[in-house]
């Protein structure tokens, strides 16, 4: 258990949804990172956050948006939902800016 | 071409067999990390390196910076050891750009 939670764990939704996927990242750990993983791409990197501010930016599509809240944990919500937005969703933690990550259990969203 | 190449892409072994997987990078980085990746989709970071060698258990991975380079070993291999490996490098800020992934099944 890495102590990052996410949920939910599986999301089945239609075409044309939104839908918002919950991080808690470690207890005390200030940056929280999300990745997609799709069979036809593999793991990409999409957002960092940092104490509430957005660090880094990957290949995050328009149609998504993430936040962190004051408690530290992060949602991504994603909108008008393809079926290429089937995939597993990862987030992990770090306690700063770098480091080690520490995975969650990833939430696997299927759109149909 | 991507940033990011392991190889191989399977490898199966019998327990008890040295195992070692490479990756190679073309992009200058700031640290190299080693996940696995369980049939039930859960990873889990083995290494972060920046130079040189780390060692945990049977597991061991080096660094060559010079030749953009990386190679995890598991020495002793069983069983239990059967998951993907994903090698991945840390670039601009702390972004992870990952490699394809190596399935690595170990039989008994």
């Known amino acids: 258990d890495s102590g990052v939670t996410q949920t939910p764990k599986h999301l089945i939704t239609a075409t044309g949804q939104r839908v918002t996927l919950r991080c808690s990242p470690r207890?005390?750990?200030?940056?929280v990172y999300w990745y997609q993983q799709s069979l036809d791409q593999g793991l990409q990197f999409l957002i960092q956050y940092y104490n509430g501010e957005e660090r880094a930016k990957g290949n995050i599509l328009e149609r998504f948006s993430a936040q962190q809240f004051p408690d530290l944990h992060s949602e991504l919500n994603l909108s008008s939902l393809e079926l290429g937005d089937s995939a597993l969703y990862f987030c992990?933690?770090?306690?700063?800016?770098?480091?080690?990550?520490?995975f969650g259990p990833g939430t696997r969203l299927l759109v149909l | 071409k991507n940033e990011v190449e392991q190889s191989p892409q399977n490898l199966t072994a019998q327990e008890g067999e040295f195992i070692t997987i490479n990756c190679s990078y073309s992009?200058?980085?700031?640290?190299l990390h080693w996940l696995q990746q369980h049939p039930g989709g859960g990873i889990v970071s083995l290494f972060m390196l920046s130079s040189g060698k780390k060692k945990h258990g049977r597991l061991i991975a080096t660094i060559n910076i010079q030749e953009k380079h990386s190679s995890l070993h598991i020495t002793a291999s069983h069983p239990r050891d059967s998951a993907v490996y994903i090698c991945?490098?840390?670039?601009?800020?702390?972004?992870?750009?990952f490699g394809e992934g190596t399935q690595l099944t170990v039989n008994p």
């Open positions: 991945a490098v840390e670039t601009s800020g702390s972004r992870l750009t």
């Open positions: 207890s005390g750990d200030l940056s």
């Open positions: 992009v200058g980085i700031s640290a």
């Open positions: 992990a933690s770090t306690p700063q800016l770098k480091g080690t990550q520490y």
